[in-house]
């Protein structure tokens, strides 16, 4: 794929609780995405998914643990800016899916015509 395939895509990030972005002091997987869609001139949207909940750590979990902890974790701020659009979802690191799996679910019940994920690493 080629960057003029993505020219109609908005990019965003899975979002961080408030109290764990204040305590890390940044999202990785947010500084990812705004490189990314600056290097491939597309617009980086920070203000399309949040977190609602706190959720537990994923590690240790199994498949269906993690599911259970991320279900009903993530809203939109404004169905607005996703319907009909092309959503690049970037994520640092996917282990089962579950999180990148409940973000896209979000994003596809507010309209979203596509929702791609992207991440660095798998674990």
Known sequence: MD?????????????????RLLGRGFNQSELVGK???DR???VYADNIL??????????EKSKSERRENVLNAFKIFDR????????LLVDDVITTGATVK???KV????????VWAL????G
């Open 3 to 19: 960057s003029g395939e993505l020219k109609n895509f908005v990019v965003t990030a899975v979002p961080l609780h408030f109290t």
């Open 50 to 59: 949040y977190r609602s909940r706190k959720t537990d750590s994923q590690v």
């Open 80 to 87: 607005k800016l996703v319907k009909n659009k092309k959503i």
């Open 35 to 37: 490189g990314l869609a």
């Open 102 to 104: 409940e973000c896209a």
């Open 107 to 114: 994003l596809k019940r507010a309209g979203a015509k596509e």
């Open 40 to 42: 491939l001139n597309l």
């Open 119 to 122: 991440t660095l690493a798998h």
